[in-house]
């Protein structure tokens, strides 16, 4: 398996220009989750996705946060428009959720840096 | 919310040596997960243990979920060891990991 795969993993851009982050889960995975990690905060979770459907976003930041899941196979990220605080390392994530394991699967990340 | 505190916070070692990384919880958890995350940023899953006792190499953990803390061993430290090394946990009911602060791990040659 390929495991959970993120584009772009580096991404520079001027403050007001739209992002846009990508994920493709492991597949048969039913969950999908964005977090994000900086150095002040830490690790923390954005949002997270079950059957492609939105669960929680209590941990989107702002209004200028949004994120869909259009199929089991893909979902985004979008911030719009950014600004130099969001920029930091955002990964995706996925697990099965079922049975015995609800063990989570990082992806590579992808290093935002909004100047 | 659940709090995941870690320790030590930093720890310095010599290849060779042995070192175990305490994670405590402050309630009943349904998952508990181990990473390292590499000096590249990546986060690797090392154990999922919610309770109990598992081992991969130089690598064991331990669970126990009714004192509400896991516990990282590594022996035969090497230097690619090194890196920052997370427990996050889930409670029962949510998939929602909540991850501690980490250990950041240095292992010189």
């Known amino acids: 398996d390929a495991g959970v795969i993120q584009s772009p993993r580096h991404e520079v851009t001027e403050m007001g220009q739209e992002v846009t982050l990508r994920c493709k889960p492991i597949?048969?995975?039913?969950?999908l989750f964005w977090y994000r990690q900086t150095m002040m905060r830490g690790l923390e979770l954005l949002i997270y996705?079950?059957?492609?459907?939105?669960?929680?976003d209590s941990g989107m930041p702002e209004d200028r946060f949004s994120a869909k899941m259009p199929n089991a196979s893909f979902s985004t990220l979008k911030i719009q428009p950014s600004e130099p605080r969001d920029s930091a390392v955002y990964f995706c994530?996925?697990?099965?959720?079922?049975?015995?394991?609800?063990?989570?699967?990082f992806g590579p990340g992808t290093r935002l840096t909004v100047t | 919310g659940i709090q995941v505190e870690q320790s030590p916070p930093d720890l310095i070692l010599q290849e060779g040596a042995n070192s175990t990384l305490r994670c405590n919880f402050s309630?009943?958890?349904?998952?508990l997960q181990w990473f390292h995350q590499n000096p590249w940023g990546q986060l690797i899953n090392l154990f999922y243990?919610?309770?109990g006792t598992k081992q991969n190499g130089r690598l064991s953990a331990t669970t126990v979920a009714t004192e509400r803390y896991s516990l990282l061993y590594i022996s035969s430290s090497q230097t690619t060891d090194s890196g920052v090394y997370f427990c996050?946990?889930?409670?029962?009911?949510?998939?929602?990991?909540?991850f501690g602060k980490g250990t950041k791990l240095t292992v010189n040659p």
């Open positions: 994530a996925s697990t099965a959720g079922t049975g015995a394991s609800y063990e989570q699967y």
């Open positions: 597949s048969g995975h039913d969950y």
């Open positions: 996705f079950n059957n492609n459907v939105p669960i929680d």
């Open positions: 309630d009943s958890v349904n998952n």
């Open positions: 243990i919610p309770s």
């Open positions: 996050a946990v889930d409670k029962g009911g949510s998939e929602k990991l909540v």
